[in-house]
């Protein structure tokens, strides 16, 4: 395989880059082994690695021979493998820079202590154990923003950091479109629609030996490459990690009972994988292997979950493979399945709402940030405004703290502006279908009989094998043409449920 | 917990150990992970990862400020964990100095393809598609020796690498006794001894799940954290790792033949988890954490094999768990068990060797690598040189390279010199145990009742809390006030064989 790498420069650059490459592998597998494997007390000396190893990567990419090289390389004639090498080292680059060393060391102190007040806060359901930990996290989304730098409001530098290229503009057209026109559609969909708010399936309970067998067989029909280049594996919370092109681990989780969780959290965390395992082998070791955006990211893990998992094909494909190692299985049809997978019911939890309800979670967390971050808001107001704007999207209202503001982990991290990536994610997902359905019309037909080949090759092809080579908004008009456009969502969730 | 670290130099040492003690954990995750879970294909970017990683924990062990700090607490008053510390860098770093790169380089390419040959030469019988890089290699291992340097013999010099201070002419003694007073031993066990050379129990099959729940009980029993500090892995060669003084990790393997082996194995990595377990947690970061040597660490997992786990005692704690898990049990008593696991029988391969015939398998080995290292024996010659010793030694004579000097991966992987540590282990064990004796008379009651918080106090208190404090004689002067001794390990085969 010939290098696509050619300018002295780079091929500089990559030589020194591969240290940096090298240690964020173990920090992958450092993490990875953490959540599936770690004995409880390897905590503390494990933490004591990662923060080392952090720091450590950190002075590789801002040593001043790597930073000039790099300032050498942005004035150079190159091609568009070695302009996205540049490009990603660059952001990379100025993101560190920003950061003084004292205001990093307090975000991990502040974040560290914060995570621990939430989760007691979340178990007392006693919101005042983590409202001032939040003020401090909004002071500190506050003065990351600010160091950042913005055009136009703050919590647009925190956008970028997750989505690069997003800006609040961008996002509020978005949601505005979204909420005008999916409000009613709630409605409708609650009142004729043709899904179910319940099903008996729900409460059915599963040994997990059962489900497991039921995942892989899944995960074989899909082509993964279990044992050759990934893994399934058990941990708290799903999740996907590359450690590089070769070896791609996924997660899932078996909690007894609720089986559509464990699938489709699978299925989601495949479309993850696939983003990452499809990609040119000629980007091994530098900056460019990887997905590009988390919005992009989620995209896949959305086509697969929404597009496919949860469709009449993929319902009817899985039911012999279910009936075979669930043994209340033989009391209901692959419709049963397919409405079970695809209810929709306004509810608390955004980790278990429906394709519809979903974005009005996220929409919702949109607003408070923002008004964190521009309108002074501080967390003694939020609990209140979380419960109405809870209440006008979905028409319900919190009864405790911990089924409201706070349910999710992200906050206490100090995870400002990375919500709304779920969104575009699942947005995209159903964009993406419509342009794969005009190259592969036979794309239901193509599930039904667990063809999946040609709808990898048309993501390899379209997106999957560029790695980060384009900026997230290039990558889209180079795959279908066009930027993102929620009609398309709106489009497929009327086809759907209406 | 208060530091035991007060000089300022040594406390400046260690700050800027801390990093190179993260690449070391790092390092050992990946191995680990390599061992019991990497998918098939990722050895490629694994392989990088780990080779970067090396180069990097090299670069800052011989950092000139990091080796000036080094060089200037040698003049300083310590107290003995500083001096530890001290003697333990200023020896790495003379090791890693000794080397020039390109001999590394070299070394690293030629190990690599001797291994594939090896491996190809193993499964063919064809001793000639390895040969070349035998001799390779031999060349390769007296260069090291000029490298490092020594007073007596170029065997010295590799010998001190896996054995900190052990000399030639200290194994030369050690085994010069061994022959004049094992080998009549072995023929009157053979003739008249209290243990089988074969017995049924060696045939018969058994299924993995039943073992695992055996060698969970067993670990159980010995007080093994399991999930707490520790895990029981399946890896094809049975191994313990530690990524800290908090986690520390074991392998065994499942053949479904001939179980004696897992329980072994698994009784056997024990004892080397033990160490690393039991040590004093100050040590945590430094350069002193962790076993001190090869020979010392080998002395505790075979105290555990040998001294415990092929005891009557051992035999009668664990037979209710056999019997429970694996069905021919019923046909068997505990003697029955006592004298598989004791079985006396001249072989052929070292692994499978027994524990009194096992020492002349590696005394075979340390008169070959003598002569390639000080005698110019070349590649050659080795199999007559090997068949001959064999004959003398046991009385037989492999009629295959694979049964013969193919046996072992050792020499493809470029290490002389190491294979002494495996009968110091073996002898020291047997040395420990008449010591603990004096103190824990009622030892074999003890292992009766499942009893080892005692055994383990033992071990700890006189061995495993220095970590690596002293070096592998002064620690033995400390915890029993001798220095090995032969005698010990042949007054306890006596004792048990006649």
Redo the contacts between chains.
Sequence with gaps: MESVFQNETVRQILEKY??I???G???S??SW?MEV??????I???S??Q???S??SQEFLLRPEFVELVEKAKGLELNEYERGVVRVLDRSIRISKSFPPEFLRERSEVTSQATKAWEEAKKSNDYSKFEPWLDKIIDLAKRAADYLGYDNEPYDALLDLFEEGLTTREVEKMFGKLERELEPLLEKIMEEGKVPQNHPLEKEKYEREAMEKVNLWILRKFGF???????LDVSAHPFTIE?????V?ITTRYEGHDFRRTVLSTVHEFGHALYELQQDERL??TPIAGGVSLGIHESQSRFWENIIGRSREFAGLIYSALKENLPFMGNYTPEDVYLYFNMVRPDFIRTEADVVTYNFHILLRFKLERMMLNEGVKARDLPELWNEEMERLLGIKPKTYAEGILQDIHWAHGTIGYFPTYSIGTLLAAQLYYHVKRDIPDFEEKVAKAEFEPIKAWLRERIHRYGSIYPPKELLRKAIGEELNPEYFIRWVKERYL
């Design positions: 591969r240290r490459w090298a240690i592998h173990a920090q597998v450092l082994d494997n770690m004995p409880g007390e390897g503390l000396e494990r004591v690695a923060g080392e190893l720091v450590l490459p279990l044992g050759v280049r990934s893994r450690f590089g092109i070769r070896d681990r091994m070791f």
